[in-house]
């Protein structure tokens, strides 16, 4: 993602974009419009996943979804349910441990 905004070596995404904000800051008075920057990171991982099960719609292959999305989780290898600090799984991850409000 970073290649598309610049061939500069940067770290992370969301480097780029505080250095893209410097920049825009340093140079312009007025407010910065945040629709310029890149996107955080944050956001490029939820448009990468929206883009592979877009891919995985085309070929026919996402009524898997979880079982190709999830098949690098831990939790999963190890026959656990998936807590929210998995770094592999969001919250449409159909292997998270549900838990059940008593009231």
Request: glycine share 2%; charged share 25%; proline share 3%.
């Given at each position: 993602?970073?290649?598309?905004?610049?061939?500069?070596?940067?770290d992370?995404?969301?480097?780029?974009r505080?250095?893209?904000?410097?920049?825009?800051?340093?140079?312009?008075s007025?407010?910065?419009?945040?629709?310029?920057?890149?996107?955080?990171?944050?956001?490029?991982?939820?448009?990468s996943?929206?883009?592979?099960?877009?891919?995985?719609?085309?070929?026919g292959?996402d009524?898997n979804?979880?079982?190709?999305?999830?098949?690098?989780?831990?939790?999963r290898?190890?026959?656990?349910?998936?807590?929210?600090?998995?770094?592999?799984?969001?919250?449409?991850?159909?292997?998270?441990?549900?838990?059940?409000?008593?009231?």
């Amino acid at each position: 993602m970073i290649l598309l905004y610049t061939d500069r070596q940067i770290d992370s995404i969301n480097d780029l974009r505080v250095r893209f904000f410097i920049e825009k800051s340093s140079s312009n008075s007025l407010s910065i419009d945040p629709e310029t920057l890149p996107p955080t990171s944050s956001a490029t991982k939820y448009h990468s996943l929206r883009t592979y099960y877009q891919m995985l719609q085309w070929k026919g292959l996402d009524d898997n979804l979880c079982d190709n999305v999830c098949r690098t989780c831990d939790c999963r290898k190890l026959g656990l349910n998936c807590l929210s600090v998995c770094r592999y799984c969001d919250e449409a991850c159909c292997n998270q441990l549900q838990l059940y409000n008593i009231e």
